[in-house]
């Protein structure tokens, strides 16, 4: 015990070395932020030291404790790192999380080893957000939190590492990146109208139980546009398309998939196999099977092939 709590110090003493407390509120006081400072309070970037600045360390540390809703708005600035430490790590979110927003226009994080890193429950929303050329992941998240109209592209590792419960992600956008698009483990998630192109692995690697994932784009990846193990899913209307594997794949329990389409993918265009696998129509595959030889399925669900689909007027 003793042992784990000395490297536990180690580590913040690592974080918090040489940094000051910054804010547009610390006891009373305007204080700039400079690199590796640590925000307490409210915040609007503007002619702050981090942001003309090349960071050797993290970018911004934030502890909020307390009971305020705080927001830190980035201010459509550029956060610079030389590929060492965060650009946004958030230590401590403070009651019901801190959210991180750039208005009047996005904001960028460039050239850290991780881009934004998050605590469960510490960030309520993340948007707006481009982070660009981190060395491992671009966006970690423990749920609860909700990421919306951030990009990743060039990260080393995956786009977007999301887990834990009752994570949200809409509309963001992950392009070439080293290893998944998405990163995707734990319960209940939500994702929606989020694209993943030229990634070196999956698309969406989708892990856990209950998550929905709906309106996704998955191309131009190494391995499978969506690649699932996961119960009591919900896969609606995602298209998977020139993937070096299969569009949508995996093994679980209980999903429910509705007007996904799987085209021009190396292997398998949809297959899903488990018990309570629900069609509800709608899937397709086409052309799918050119790395894979004569052992293509196209589309089936569980057992059988795709229903088709049920069109409007038929006799």
């Known amino acids: 015990m003793k042992r784990i709590t000395a490297m536990l110090l180690l580590l913040l003493s690592a974080d918090f070395a040489g940094a000051k407390l910054c804010g547009d509120d610390v006891g009373g006081q305007d204080v700039p932020c400079a690199c590796g400072d640590i925000v307490v309070s409210n915040l609007v970037l503007d002619d702050d030291p981090v942001a003309g600045a090349t960071c050797e360390g993290h970018g911004l540390l934030v502890r909020i404790t307390g009971d305020t809703e705080v927001t830190i708005d980035l201010g459509g600035k550029t956060l610079r790192g030389t590929g060492g430490g965060h650009g946004v790590k958030v230590l401590h979110g403070g009651i019901g999380g801190t959210r991180i927003t750039s208005n009047p226009r996005r904001a960028s994080i460039q050239g850290f080893e991780h881009g934004v890193s998050v605590a469960g429950g510490d960030v309520s929303l993340l948007e707006n957000v481009d982070v660009r050329g981190a060395a491992f992941d671009g966006i970690r998240l423990r749920g609860p ?158 057992d059988v092939p795709c229903i088709a689909a049920v069109v409007s007027g038929a006799d």
């Open 145 to 302: 939190g909700h990421i919306r109209n951030c990009t990743v592209s060039r990260a080393g590792r995956d786009g977007f590492s999301l887990s834990g419960r009752d994570v949200r992600a809409t509309s963001n956008q992950s392009r070439n990146n080293g290893r998944h698009g998405y990163m995707v483990m734990g319960q209940a998630g939500s994702f929606s109208g989020n694209q993943a192109s030229n990634c070196g692995s999956a698309g969406f690697l989708v892990t856990g139980s209950g998550h929905s994932v709906e309106e996704c784009v998955a191309e131009y990846c190494g391995r499978n546009g969506l690649d699932l193990v996961t119960t009591a899913a919900t896969i609606r209307s995602c298209i998977a398309r020139d993937n070096g594997a299969s569009g949508i794949e995996g093994h679980g329990a209980g999903w429910r998939l509705t007007g996904n389409t799987a085209t021009r993918n190396g292997e398998h265009g949809i297959k899903a196999r488990g018990p309570g696998m629900v069609d509800e129509g709608g899937n397709s595959g086409a052309d799918n099977g050119s790395a894979a030889g004569s052992e293509v399925e196209q589309c089936r669900i569980g």
